[in-house]
């Protein structure tokens, strides 16, 4: 498992980052530029590398390139040599359990008595570990550390011993943590979604494809409607151009990753029945309402903070205005070695727009701060600038625990606002003053009832048992 942040990025700093986007498209023609086009459009849940898996039929053939997805699959494309079939699966990663290079990347394939089976996996299995030790011992073979090759290794076992409904049920039960994945065995394909449904997954038609995809902006790319959300807990076979559900494993309460929301999904997506772009807005609403300050101007942290800052600016009648220029065309991760480096790297992503900060007292406004880092730097750039003061609005609560469900905050020292007060965190950023969201605050933004959300990284409290960590309540399947 991983114990570090990922690369370091200018602009998003030390930000949390997804592990992955998953599609699949159950197609009358050919898929793969339907699946490469889905996976340009998820780009932003994982960019160390991707894949393909489509079905030829007779056999799975997967093309995993490294980095991203336009660039990786350029070459192939070019020379026409790309995977053919019109049944496929695709995969986006951003690395949080196993290794980092393209042996590590879905979509994972074997060849099994069955056939082939294929998976892309988003989520992390919490005991994956101990599962792959029970599997090495039984004498199934590992490449990778992956927790999705074991998951794949497990399903296959227990499809082989009970067949593909109760196999699927089977595993389900032995799996901890999190997962929305596509599974392929041979020309049926399969969404499988943890009772808890932490990460989303949904289904969608466009004309006589179907779709399983993370996010559904996907579906509209590629001009499709929505159809439904996959429930916590359900695996859904897509066959012959039906859509079934083979069972629903029902858990006490479900646990939507509230950071979907704040960061991690693209505004135009709509994850379980709530737009993303406007429980960002509310967010912005809900900070003014908590946090207000007497200032001239508003002005966001590019991209993240955008939408926050605007509508914090129009709740409180402010002025609002874009005082940091982004470089479009700077890397958008690479690892920087020390501090001058990380200095003139924010530099060379954002430069503050004169006559929008100088001898203006300003409210700066960002989703949310992880380390502080990067907050410290902007703060420090808009002061050599002229701003006469800075106020460090943050339209989500405190982070103060790592999280175990897929995203890369792995350990606590990392964390700015562990048991520090807004005082001490503004003084350590260099700000005027600083506050944050409070977690009935993004409650409310994001518009579900409390119990449905997982809020692990913000309490310390997890909707499933970790080892060393608190559990918000007790939790045992309605199998
Ligand atoms: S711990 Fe935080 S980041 Fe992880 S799933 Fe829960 S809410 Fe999301």
Redesign the pocket.
């Known amino acids: 498992m991983d114990s570090q942040l990922q690369d370091y990025d200018p602009i998003n700093g030390l930000k949390?980052s997804e592990n992955c986007a998953v599609i699949g498209i159950y197609g009358n023609d050919t898929v793969f530029f339907k699946i490469y086009t889905s996976l340009r459009t998820l780009q932003h849940r994982g960019q160390e590398a991707s894949g393909v898996a489509i079905f030829d039929g007779e056999k799975i053939n997967a093309l995993k390139v490294d980095g991203l997805v336009y660039e990786g699959f350029r070459p192939y494309i070019e020379k026409e040599i790309v995977p053919k079939g019109n049944i496929g699966i695709g995969h986006n990663r951003y690395s949080t359990a196993g290794i980092k290079n393209i042996t590590g990347a879905g979509p994972f394939l074997i060849s099994t008595a069955m056939g082939d089976m294929a998976i892309s996996h988003n989520g992390e299995i919490t005991n994956y570990q101990s599962l792959r030790d029970e599997l090495k011992e039984q004498g199934v073979p590992f490449v990778t550390t992956n927790d999705t090759e074991v998951m794949l290794n497990l399903l296959a076992r227990t499809i082989r011993q009970k067949g593909i409904k109760n196999g699927i049920r089977s595993s389900m039960e032995m799996l901890q943590g999190s997962y929305s994945a596509v599974l392929m065995i041979g020309e049926k394909m399969y969404a499988m979604r943890d009772p808890k449904g932490?990460r989303p997954l949904i289904l969608g038609k466009a004309g006589n494809d179907i779709i399983i995809s993370s996010e559904s902006a996907a579906i509209d790319v590629l001009g499709g409607t929505i159809v439904r959300d996959v429930q916590p807990g359900e695996v859904v076979e897509i066959y012959n151009g039906d859509i079934n559900t083979l069972f629903i494993m029902r858990s006490q309460r479900i646990s939507h990753?509230?950071?979907e929301y704040v960061y991690f999904a693209r505004p135009d997506s709509i994850i379980d029945g709530v737009e993303v772009y406007n429980s960002r807005y509310r967010l912005g609403v809900n900070l003014a309402k908590e946090a207000p300050v007497e200032a001239d101007v508003v002005i966001p942290v590019p991209d993240s903070g955008r939408t926050q800052a605007l509508s914090y600016a129009a709740e409180l009648k402010m002025e609002y205005s874009e005082g940091l220029f982004k470089n479009r065309y700077s890397e958008r991760t690479f690892i920087m070695p020390g501090n001058k480096e990380r200095d003139s790297a924010v530099k060379l992503k954002l430069n503050p727009i004169k006559s929008v900060v100088q001898g203006k007292r300003i409210v700066l406004v960002d989703d949310s701060i992880v380390r502080g880092t990067t907050m410290k730097r902007i703060v420090a750039l808009l002061r050599s600038f002229g701003a006469k003061e800075i106020h460090v609005r943050i339209a989500s609560p405190k982070i103060v625990a790592p999280?175990y469900?897929g995203?890369d905050m792995k350990t606590r020292d990392q964390f700015i606002a562990l048991n520090k007060s807004d005082d001490q965190i503004s003084k350590e950023v260099g700000a005027d003053s600083l506050a944050y969201l409070s977690i009935e605050g993004l409650v409310n933004s994001i518009g579900m009832p409390k119990k449905s959300l997982?809020?692990?990284?913000l309490t310390g409290e997890y909707p499933v048992k970790i080892a060393g960590e608190k559990e918000d309540i007790q939790t045992t399947l309605e199998l």
């Open positions: 949390p932490f990753c509230m950071f999280c469900f995203v997982c809020l692990g990284c």
